[in-house]
């Protein structure tokens, strides 16, 4: 007899302590039950009215409800103040760590003629993680359509719900990972192409400078001679690196590293690769 009395005083202590919570926050608790599981910590359901004297539906379990009142109080504000829902129902189920999901039963919900109540089957999913966020889906022409996102505003939200009713596939496609995969796979085989294309450009000009500069190398009795690979890359190399650098200075330098020469090659190779001309 003298544990019931204390069960039903502990029980009568603890109810009084979660209504001064939430009464805090201008909530006031209409019915209160409890579920008892088996491994788990008792479930608590609260039947609840907010200052405006709007129902809500509160699921909690162990001290979560603790840290999760002042955002459900942000949380009725925010959801109960948009302009082209009504709500007929609310719940919230209040998780650890201050993490809050809403499921949200519309009564009506349209904006510039266009009505969604018969696109939603049954009804809205949120979850405040710091952040308020949406996960619901919209069924348009036989097509379940997600929408997924963080919440800005009424009008962003909107919007994106138009969008999925006017084209469902479209905005399917444009969201699925596996589309951007594909883009970004055909985006690498173009590129791979473009510098494929780019070497051989590259490889052409440089064979037409060296036959250019072969053909300019000729003497009156002799014909076009190819100028030594290792001159014309060392060269180019030095210029490269001084672009003040006149020739007279390139032979210089050529001739401290003992590499053969003539002027009439440094003069070509000069107006071939870098367009000088003396």
Known sequence: MNKRIIVSALLVITTSLSAANWEEYGFKILSSSQENTQGMDDRTTLELSD????????QTSGNAADKSIPAVAQLQKTLFGLKSMQIKNIRYSLLENGIVEVQVFPASFSSDGVDFMPNIPGHLFFIYKDQLQYSFRLEVNKLFVKIKGYYTDEAELLK??????????????KRDPEYFIAKLEKLEEELETQKSKTHRLETEMERMRRITAALHNSGIFSGPEAIPEKLINRVVELK?????????QIQTQLDQEKVEWTKKQIRLILAVYFSELE
Not at 51 to 58: E, M, N, S
Not at 160 to 173: E, N, R, T, W
Not at 240 to 248: D, G, I, S, V
């Open 160 to 173: 994106k719900m138009k969008q999925a009713i006017k084209d469902p596939q479209g905005f399917i496609v």
């Open 240 to 248: 490269t690196k001084n672009p003040a650098w006149k020739q007279e």
């Open 51 to 58: 200052k405006d004297g709007r129902a809500l539906t509160v």
